[in-house]
């Protein structure tokens, strides 16, 4: 092979047969040399007469993730997809894809283009390209159709969710399982179909189309599945398009040109740019820039978790889930009863709902023990605190953590705000404590912000971020700043939506306006969720005259109008209901509550909605950035998308105002500037981006922001 490819294929010979090995680590993408490689020894395979039979495999841990994703949108060397494809497809000596571990994307459509495929009972398939924007584009819409089925088929690449290999073989993607060597096992399986005349292949299997044809609920369907799960995503209309032809078209090549066609549109659509943007970001947000790759982590075998609440149960759930045994603490019996109680259904639920089986839920309900006493902690990993945002309290734990956890452990706190530096002053072990501000609720959401103190060693940072992503967390590193990353730039954006209610919008409207944006819930539904009441009791508590932007919730508090939890608030909710109703009875405190602050109500647009609340997100992100707390752009869009509802589509907030142009960004809050000059204020570092590089991509290091920043100010009369 020749050197500029990536990735490589190794040939050897076993006997009659034939073994190509993608070796392409880690993950043995299709990169050029692999596809290279395939092409040049499927003929060689198929030229020299000892051979009778091909095995296709992987080196290492996977059999074939998939395309290269790195190679989207860029010009790629080596033969194209496609036509290596075929090649195999169209072989003489029948082809074995034995899958050793991953078969993703393109691995499984590789493996769909040979006769025969086994995998050992670790191997994962799947066609996850929907959640890249994409769709499955060689061949994936046509032969997975044939294979289980249309509607199933559909129900799996609209999801984009792997299968083990065991609900692969019931599923007939698959022949058989290996439960011992592999490749003796693929061996002794294709001798035995060396000898027929014919092999099988995936194109041919027209039945179970056939039988879907003109059957009209399998399309709605999948059209109403889309509609729930991937609202304003592009890829899922396309699949069922290529599915639709694979039903329809008699001839096989047909529905694989019009695939040609659809995928060829998702790969030109900004969303693809966008999610791939998102896979990467979330793979560069894992890495911390100062910390070495070789980082030494400390064992995580065991767990406990201070507060058995709703927060203290989803942490656990997670550990379990991880397959770490995690006790659960709470000083209190009867709430440490109903914790477990909480566990025990949402577990349940899952049961119900066929996302686990009896067997998993005995197993990990079996890895979480309850306990009433600090002293059963002693032997524990890592202590998760999870109690309510108390400083002293919170102190008072980590102090009793300290003396009786071993010295080893790490001492973790899940506060969503407070200092984790006056945290960690009140242990003898800083180096060992951190941050990890998991998002409600916690065996849910995947954002988790780990927060770094000044103190946090690497070790430990290192660990907690290897934990995030074994707990399939998207883990993003946060420095210890006021509101973190996520809630920082939550307050920009929530002033603005009321901002906007005082100037005349109603909540309806700017909820409308964001959610057709994609947020997956506008701001004062967000608010009427979490309760008005817990700023106004605050603001209240701390006797502080309420600021502007809160005076309408705070007049609604004092109706008692809370939200939810008293099925009124920005909204009614009725008796049981989360569904929001409009309610006009509060038009009249709008109202008075903007003439009393002589602000004049007026007609706006929802384009000034969207750009008011999102570029508040942006040039806070900036600061953000600027400061030092996120490390990159890209990791504040892991955080909106994984904790705030953004739209993975539109590939966060930061990569939104790189589509739009900063330059584009800054005139538009040049224009706000005349509605309140100091809050859109551009951000220096969006300022300096805008001019030199026009896209966060090109943010320099935190290292170098400082510097940076202090040249523009001496140099260029200030930012
Ligand atoms: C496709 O196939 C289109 C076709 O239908 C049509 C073509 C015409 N390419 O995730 P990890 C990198 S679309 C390039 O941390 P894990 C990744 O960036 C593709 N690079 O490991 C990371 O790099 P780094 C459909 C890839 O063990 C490193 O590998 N396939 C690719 O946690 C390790 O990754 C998919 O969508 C790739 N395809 O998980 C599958 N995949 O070390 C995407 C990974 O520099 N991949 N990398 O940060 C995955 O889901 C996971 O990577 C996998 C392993 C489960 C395989």
């Known amino acids: 092979m020749t050197n500029e490819l990536k990735g490589k294929v190794n040939y050897s010979v076993n006997g009659n047969i034939a073994i190509l090995e993608v070796d392409n680590p880690p993950v043995n993408p299709l990169s050029s040399g692999v596809r290279a490689g395939l092409a040049e020894y499927i003929v060689k395979a198929n030229e020299d007469d000892a051979i009778e039979g091909i095995i296709l495999t992987g080196a290492g841990r996977s059999f074939i993730a998939g395309a290269d994703i790195s190679e989207f949108g860029q010009k790629s060397d080596g033969p194209d997809l496609h036509t290596t494809l ?83 073989l019931q599923q007939g993607i ?21 000898g027929s005349s014919e092999h099988p292949k995936v194109r041919d299997k027209n039945e179970k189309v056939l039988e879907a044809r003109g059957d009209e609920n399998v399309l709605a369907e999948a059209k109403a599945l889309a509609a729930k799960t991937r609202r304003g995503q592009f890829a899922p209309g396309q699949i069922i398009a290529c599915v639709e032809a694979a039903i329809n078209e008699d001839d096989f090549d047909v529905g694989m040109k019009k695939e040609s066609e659809y995928f060829l549109e998702c790969l030109m659509n900004p969303q693809r740019e966008a999610m791939i943007h998102i896979f990467f970001g979330e793979r560069a947000a894992s890495k911390i820039s100062d910390i070495p790759k070789d980082t030494p982590l400390l064992p995580i075998n065991s767990a406990g978790i201070v507060g058995s609440g709703t927060m203290g149960g989803g942490i656990a759930m997670n550990f379990a889930n991880a397959g770490i045994p995690v006790l659960v603490l709470d000083q209190d019996e009867k709430n440490l009863e109903r914790g477990m109680g909480v566990i025990e259904k949402n577990y349940q639920m899952m049961v119900d709902r066929g996302r686990m089986s009896q067997e998993q839920k005995d197993m990990v309900m079996g890895l979480i023990t309850p306990t009433l006493t600090y002293d059963d ?23 009793k953590l300290d003396t009786i956890t071993k010295e080893h452990a790490i001492l973790a706190s899940n506060t969503s705000g407070l200092d984790i530096d006056a945290i960690a002053a009140s242990t003898s072990r800083p180096g060992k404590v951190v941050g990890t501000h998991f998002f409600s609720p916690a065996n849910v959401m995947r954002l988790l912000e780990v927060v770094r103190g000044k103190d946090s060693s690497d070790e430990t940072m290192a660990t907690v971020m290897s934990l995030g992503k074994k707990m399939g967390k998207a883990a993003v590193v946060s ?20 901002m906007l209610l005082l100037e005349g919008a109603l909540p309806n409207q700017v909820d409308s306006a964001l959610e057709s944006f994609g947020m997956s819930m506008g701001p004062f539904r967000m608010m009427d969720l979490v309760g008005l009441d817990l700023g106004w009791r605050a603001r209240k508590l701390a006797k502080m005259e309420t600021p502007l932007a809160n005076k309408i919730s705070d007049a609604l508090c004092e109706q008692d109008r809370f939200g939810q939890k008293t099925s009124k608030g920005f909204y009614n909710y009725s ?29 706006i647009s929802d384009q000034e909605i969207v750009d008011r609340c999102i570029l508040a997100l942006v040039n806070e992100g900036a600061r953000i950035l600027e400061e030092g707390v996120a490390q990159r752009s890209g990791d504040m869009d892991i955080v909106y998308i994984n904790g705030y509802g953004f739209p993975i589509w539109r590939g966060g907030p930061m990569f939104y105002a790189n589509q739009q142009g900063l330059s584009e960004v800054i005139n538009k809050m040049k224009d706000f500037s005349a509605l309140d000059e100091n809050f859109w204020k551009p951000a220096p570092m969006l300022k300096w981006l805008a001019e030199e590089s026009g896209t966060f991509g090109e943010a320099p290091a935190p290292e170098e922001r400082a510097e940076l920043l202090s040249f523009r100010n001496t140099n260029m009369g200030g930012v």
């Open 86 to 168: 075929k090649d195999i497809e169209f072989s003489k000596k029948p082809v074995l894809a034995a899958i050793n571990g991953t078969a993703l994307g393109g691995g499984l459509e590789t493996a769909l283009v040979c006769n025969y495929r086994m995998g050992t009972n670790k191997a994962i398939v799947g066609l996850p390209e929907v959640n890249l924007g994409l769709l499955p584009g060689a061949g994936g819409t046509q032969r997975l159709p044939r294979l289980i089925g249309p509607s199933q088929a559909l129900k799996m690449m609209i999801a984009g969710t792997p299968m083990s290999a065991k609900k692969a």
């Open 174 to 194: 698959i022949d058989a399982i290996s439960e011992n060597s592999l490749m003796e096992d693929a061996i002794a399986f294709l001798q035995e179909k060396i």
């Open 377 to 399: 902690l002693a032997n524990i990993d890592i202590a998760v605190e999870a109690v309510y945002e108390n400083l002293d309290l919170k102190q008072e734990i980590f102090k």
């Open 479 to 498: 420095l210890n700043a006021p509101g973190f990353i996520g809630n920082r730039m939550l307050a920009g954006y929530t002033y603005q939506a009321n």
């Open 575 to 603: 008796e049981g209901s989360r569904a929001p109703n409009p309610a006009p009875e509060n038009e009249a405190i709008y109202k008075e509550i903007s003439e009393q602050n002589k602000i004049e109500r007026r007609e």
